[in-house]
């Protein structure tokens, strides 16, 4: 298994500034995925991160809303820039088990937009 | 593609009580099947896997799921709840074979233990 730790794990945000998240595991893995939770609905997979590559991103999410950074195995960072209310949700990051038959959540980053 | 359907969005039971949260899923290829479950202010955590073999999987906490190939379905069960078990539960299925590690998750069932 692992332990996924993630900051912040809230925060209020006015309309059009930007929130970077930070994700930490507790040991190397090769690829590190951003889901969005939004209110009553399903996770939704944002991107997949891969250290040493650009990230690979979902339809309907693009590179400029929503940056990511994989500097190395064992962390992350997800922006979400130019907040608006409708980005208001619940960020979780994960990493992948053996073959990546499961997958191990962080306690998720919970942001509401002013 | 594929798709996940929770017909239940909450589910109230007493405790003591059985469980059954239903998952229906959609898919023109063999899948993995998977429940998690998120306790409040907490990530998701992994209740049991469907990867093939025995279609009943026993996983944590006393829950068990049947995978039933012909009605496309994958349901949770538990004989006797109990108060902690009240949480979110997400039914989720993955492409073995997409060459991508994506899951699909449902939209999810709260289920509410009463006393």
């Known amino acids: 298994s692992a332990v996924i730790s993630q900051k912040p794990s809230r925060d209020i945000c006015q309309r059009g500034t930007s929130l970077t998240i930070q994700c930490q595991v507790d040991?190397?893995?090769?690829?590190m995925f951003w889901y969005r939770q939004q209110p009553g609905q399903s996770l939704t997979l944002i991107a997949t991160?891969?250290?040493?590559?650009?990230?690979?991103?979902e339809s309907g999410f693009v590179i400029d809303k929503f940056p990511i950074s994989r500097p190395n195995l064992t962390f992350s960072t997800l922006t979400v820039s130019n907040m608006s209310p409708e980005d208001s949700s619940i960020y979780l990051c994960?990493?992948?088990?053996?073959?990546?038959?499961?997958?191990?959540f962080g306690p998720g980053t919970r942001l509401t937009v002013l | 593609a594929q798709s996940v359907t929770q017909l239940d969005s909450q589910v109230p039971v007493f405790e003591e009580a059985p469980v059954e949260l239903r998952c229906n899923y959609s898919?023109?290829?063999?899948?993995?099947l998977f429940w998690y479950v998120q306790y409040p202010n907490q990530g998701l955590q992994l209740l049991l896997k469907?990867?093939?073999?025995?279609?009943l999987v026993k996983g944590i906490n006393g829950f068990e799921a049947e995978f039933n190939k012909s009605q496309t379905s994958f349901h949770l069960r538990k004989p006797s709840v109990h108060i902690s078990d009240t949480a979110e539960y997400f039914c989720?299925?993955?492409?073995?074979?997409?060459?991508?590690?994506?899951?699909?998750f449902g939209t999810g069932t709260r289920l509410k233990v009463l006393a």
């Open positions: 994960s990493v992948g088990g053996f073959s990546y038959n499961e997958q191990f």
């Open positions: 040991s190397q893995v090769t690829m």
């Open positions: 991160a891969n250290q040493g590559s650009e990230a690979t991103y």
């Open positions: 898919s023109s290829v063999s899948v993995y």
């Open positions: 469907y990867l093939s073999g025995s279609t």
């Open positions: 989720a299925v993955r492409n073995p074979t997409s060459g991508t590690y994506k899951y699909i």
